[in-house]
């Protein structure tokens, strides 16, 4: 979508490096900062061993979910962002369903933003802590390999975790 | 919907799509013991997951326990309390205290032991334990109670007030202000409030076994709203036990076999109608500070250390601590034995 504008500069102000994102999911293309970028230990990876082209390849993550990492990482790159600022765009880019933060979770881990992990890992604790198990199952997509003897047999063991719950 | 991308092609098992560590950490946000349980239902794979959890600390809500309406109709507050804790003490402690189960008719759920619920974990580090505790008080309080050793209590701290203003505030109600006699009219309730808290303490003794054996290193006991907490904590444990063995021949045999509240305590209270806070520029009304040692402490020892609790109010609320700070530096009334509860 955005293309690199940056080429017009005169030359006496330094060069901003800009690095292309494309989501390998639906092909969309961000252009930021290389030191935004850099945030990602997997994209600084690439960078410093040579192996990054100017466009950088981002596989299993969608346009959607490239935009928030990127959002992300932006904020966390400004240095006059005060420690409040910051916690309340934190809050801002993870305020999303469970399932979202399931893709930026596997993003942050991809992409190794250790900081984005950290806040959507809490936030989905937040979210699935007052869930039954079941659903808990649902949304990681996990398949129940208990028979029904083993889970009841859980399940009479700490059964005052389960009071009001199915 | 966007579900599709976790799913990663040829795994039999596609929630393998999130990877090992991924689970791992946020596993290990879910700092309550229920939910943590729970999540072992989901799979045996979530099931391993869990027993392998390095936690920091781990909060454990202590069930609700309803004491039958004919009962609470009929008692006193301070019965009720004595009840409500007995009850609790009952549950929790079943070999420490003689309670005929027929005394009391307690309708809670079925309650796994804390030590059942830690071998769950491979490491923990500290635990948290929070008790239902429905007390409302007709004033603001917060409390702090410090053990170093298995069995008895070093100090209790209550920092109560009747609100908490800004000073300019505090200016405009000065001169409607002055009906209040001299006399605390709030004694009663602190008395029994006290009472109740020191009561609660009692189930630290039952932590503390499996603190020893679990390697924990702090334990803390709360109650749902946070007024305050029960801690112990390790690196005193050694300072306790040379004290000991010095008063040893002073120490009774029944103490031991007792618990904590068998024994006498000794009590100071500090008032200041009206305690200015300068960081904050507010005011306390009729702050009252009560602190309770047991009786081994000599008179000019006995505020050693409570300056710890100005430390333990901080970590909320700066100026609570504040506050706690400027109280001990003020006259006070002398030491009196009110607490002798068998």
Known sequence: ?166 | MAMNLVVSEGEEDYFNGLPDEVVLLILSKLSEAKCLFRCKLVSKRFASFISQLRLRSLSFFVPHIRVPPKYSDLITLRSKLWIFLKTLVYKFLPNLIPIHPCEIEVDAPSFTSINQFLSNFEQIRSVCLVFPFNYEAPFEFKWYAEFTDSKKLDFFVMLSFESIDDMKQEEDDEQTDHQHPEGDDNDFETGHLVHAILYQSVMRSYLDDHILKQQLQNAEITDVKRRGKVRVRRERIGDYWSLEQKKLESVMEWEDEFWAMGMPFYKKVWRVPKLRIGSSRRVMKRAKLVAVRPMHWEADEFEDGLLEAATAFEQEEAELGEAVRQMLMVETTNMTPVFYIG
């Open chain 1, 1 to 166: 979508m955005a293309s690199a504008p940056e080429n017009e500069k005169n030359a006496s102000a330094p060069e901003k490096k800009t690095l292309t994102l494309k989501s390998m999911i639906n092909n969309e293309e961000f252009v930021v900062d290389e030191h935004v970028a850099l945030q990602s230990v997997t994209i600084k990876n690439m960078v410093d061993s040579d192996c990054a082209g100017d466009v950088i390849p981002v596989p299993t993550i969608s346009g959607e979910i490239l935009a928030l990492v990127i959002e992300y990482c932006k904020n966390h790159a400004n240095p006059s962002a005060s420690e409040d600022d910051l916690k309340k765009a934190d809050a801002g880019i993870v305020a999303k369903d469970i399932y979202t933060l399931i893709d930026l979770v596997l993003a942050a881990n991809f992409l190794d933003i250790k900081g984005l992990l950290e806040v959507t890992s809490q936030k989905i604790a937040d979210s699935i802590k007052d869930l039954p198990h079941q659903d808990v199952r649902e949304i990681f997509g996990v398949e129940n390999d208990y028979t029904p003897e083993e889970e009841a047999a859980v399940r009479a063991e700490h059964d005052w975790a389960f009071e009001g719950f199915p």
